[in-house]
């Protein structure tokens, strides 16, 4: 078999082992490490990888990449994002320096709200624009696939809007997007006092995505004053029965039990986490339930980090996202979230590449064909500008990629985006 490209000349491959997945606790630091690696690529699937002879792979029409010694990767996927919104919110950014609570912006029309008028607002090539030019962002620094969600409409015109560009960029962007309908994200302003009414509309809502396949997962929003245990249980069992994968924003700012349900629902992922309680803990310990945590949205919110070690400790399985939003993570750099991870989360570098990556994957249900480098998966492939893992993750705040291959075609090349032909 003769490739069509091989990575040669790498300096270290490393990739997480994937022999039961979700990877859980302290097996998350057990990865595969090769030096003086080679990853050979065929019909955009990887063929071979390892630290050997590819001599007998190579033919006349075979690229040859080299990776000039530097660290290689799979993949990055970012698997909780709100991609597509309507404008900005740095007009609420000096109530966070002065310390407005988040649940007290919103009660007053912003948060989310004031997202959601703007996003009502936009033009679907407005939200696609702005979107493509994140998704670049995303690609540079080395996010090969990312979940994206709605929510900034709350009525049916606005949600199906924002998965419509979702789709649109998911086939014109190299990136993977993987969709989440997220009606249940706040209850708009119609439905003020009306909070069943809206949960009503939110199932009602949902049926039409399915309809229209525009998403493959659904998520809530379980948070004081916004959706209690019992709005959200109603909402995502409508969704199982509607055969939509869960997920769900659970023990954000306050514990209110949200990990125990997305235990007890075998969700998917539970998310953010910041102010999850023993039981939580221990009921995500039991399940395949993935503990998302989004260090990013603690730092620039300025609350406590999600206890990672401890959750660690109790063999939970956990992922690592951006939250990339307008109101709480506006960034799209998902190393600056890796490298809170190692920072402010205390996990091992290791551990953070099996959480942004195969775990993260798995989360999203696609980790039979992404988050490690394996024979047959999708050639999704990062060369960092770094001789060492650690290194990645110490020199923060700024971009490490060097070059991006996604499906075995170069995409990012000398932190460049390479143009289709």
Do not use: C, W
């Not at 029409?61 to 309507?86: C, F, K, R």
Request: glycine letters at 6%; proline letters at 3%.
């Amino acid at each position: 078999m003769q490739a069509d490209l091989i990575i040669y000349n790498i300096g270290t491959l490393i990739t997480p082992k994937t022999k039961t997945l979700p990877v859980r606790g302290k097996k998350m630091s057990d990865v595969k490490i090769i030096k003086h690696a080679f990853i050979a690529i065929k019909d955009g699937k990887i063929k071979d990888f390892g630290g050997y002879d590819y001599q007998n792979l190579v033919g006349p029409n075979t690229i040859m990449h080299n990776a000039e010694g530097n660290l290689v990767l799979p993949g990055l996927v970012d698997s909780h994002t709100h991609l597509v919104y309507g404008g900005s919110r740095e007009d609420e950014f000096i109530d966070k320096i002065e310390g407005v609570p988040y649940l007290d912006i919103l009660k007053r029309g912003g948060g989310i709200l004031s997202t959601v008028e703007k996003t009502r607002k936009a033009s679907f090539d407005e939200l696609y624009d702005k979107a493509f030019n994140s998704l670049n962002e995303m690609l540079l620094l080395g996010v090969t696939t990312v979940e994206a969600k709605s929510g900034y409409g709350l009525n049916e015109e606005t949600e199906l809007k924002q998965l419509e560009v979702a789709k649109k960029l998911n086939k014109n962007h190299p990136i993977d997007i993987v969709s989440t309908y997220l009606g249940a994200h706040a209850v708009p302003k119609e439905f003020k006092k009306n909070t069943r009414g809206y949960v009503d509309e939110v199932i009602r809502i949902m049926e039409i995505v399915k309809e229209k396949e525009l998403a493959d997962f659904v998520d809530v929003f379980l948070e004081d004053s916004v959706f209690n245990k019992e709005e959200t249980a109603r909402i995502l069992i409508n969704a199982e029965r509607l055969e939509f994968k869960l997920k769900l924003h659970a023990d954000e700012i306050v514990p209110l039990g949200g990990a125990t349900l997305a235990a007890k629902l075998n969700a998917a992922s539970a998310d953010h986490l910041m102010a999850i309680d023993e039981e939580g803990i221990l009921s995500l310990s039991k399940v395949n339930t993935v503990a998302n945590l989004l260090p990013s949205t603690s730092f620039y919110l300025n609350k406590d980090f999600a206890p990672a070690r401890k959750m660690i400790e109790n063999n939970v399985s956990i992922s690592i996202s951006s939250d990339y939003n307008p109101g709480s993570s506006p960034s799209e750099n998902f190393q600056f979230s890796m490298q809170l991870a190692a920072n402010k989360l205390k996990m091992y570098p290791n551990e953070i590449v099996t959480a942004s990556t195969i775990n993260a994957a798995y989360n999203l249900r696609k980790s039979d064909l992404i988050g490690s480098i394996e024979v047959g998966k999708n050639a999704d492939i990062v060369i960092f500008n770094s001789k060492n893992l650690n290194y990645l993750l110490y020199h923060f705040g700024v971009n490490h990629t060097k070059d991006v291959f996604k499906n075995g075609v170069i995409v990012v090349k000398d932190r460049k985006l390479v143009e289709e032909k």
